[in-house]
């Protein structure tokens, strides 16, 4: 709620100084949607997760948007995958049940419903941009993300009064809330409606292929997370899946 907040009061100003508040009150209900789909609940997913796997393991489930985004554009969009697409779901697919059999339990204290939550994030994103594509082509993208995080603020804000910490986090914890805020998600989503707008959802949302690595990395060198051997093979096989889904390598 902090973090989407935060996006909220470094876009709102930037989409006012261009005059361009009007185009966020005609499409308001659309955005809303969008807020809800691309923020709020993917964000609520991923922060459960996080309370029991690691930041490299969400990442690589992360790493599904594009398959869950291929998928449904096949099916609400009718564009239908070539076979080398329909090729790449199934890899990418099965690199995602493979790696959530190895590592989901629903014992008390598993991993398993925060993996349904990362899945379920993932899906949410994937159906974000087709439903962007189709229902907002041509509004600024700077009214989608400036919008989007209001609607997502707005969605929170009851949830985060409701379970506010009884303990107020620290200081160094309130500046990484204030970073995601401003990159993480005002300067991110900016950069990634413009994509959509720009590129194509199917396109944009290839950027996941670059969270894992970096997820991987920073989870090493920042929080002591191993990469086991089981992480980096079922990573390999979503990234081959989707790259082959999504176009960007071809036979």
């Not at 499409?27 to 996080?50: D, M, Q």
């Not at 199934?90 to 925060?114: C, R």
């Not at 990634?192 to 060198?221: D, E, M, S």
Request: glycine letters at 10%.
């Amino acid at each position: 709620a902090v973090r989407v907040t935060g996006a909220t009061l470094v876009l709102l100003p930037l989409l006012a100084a261009r005059g361009q508040v009007g185009e966020l009150r005609r499409h308001w209900r659309t955005i809303f949607v969008v807020g809800a789909l691309n923020s709020a609940l993917p964000f609520l997913g991923f922060s459960y997760a996080a309370l029991s796997i690691s930041a490299g393991l969400s990442s690589i489930f992360n790493a599904s948007t594009p398959l869950w985004g291929a998928l449904i554009a096949a099916w609400w969009l009718r564009d239908r995958p070539t076979p080398a697409r329909a090729l790449g779901l199934a890899i990418g697919f099965a690199g995602v049940i493979g790696l959530a059999w190895e590592k989901a339990s629903f014992k008390p204290g598993g991993s398993g419903w925060a993996i349904v939550a990362c899945l379920a994030a993932a899906l949410s994103y994937g159906f974000a941009a087709n439903f962007t594509k189709k229902r907002l082509q041509g509004v600024a993208p700077l009214a989608v993300a400036a919008g989007s995080q209001l609607a997502a603020a707005l969605l929170l804000a009851l949830p985060a009064l409701v379970w506010w910490p009884a303990a107020m986090p620290s200081a160094n914890a309130w500046a990484m809330v204030a970073l995601l805020a401003l990159l993480c998600t005002g300067l991110a989503y900016l950069m990634y409606f413009r994509l959509i707008a720009h590129v194509g959802a199917a396109n944009a949302i290839a950027v996941t292929f670059l969270i894992p690595a970096f997820a991987v990395l920073w989870g090493w060198l920042f929080l002591a997370e191993p990469l086991t051997p089981a992480m980096a093979f079922g990573c390999a096989v979503i990234l081959l899946g989707t790259a082959l889904a999504t176009g960007v390598l071809a036979p």
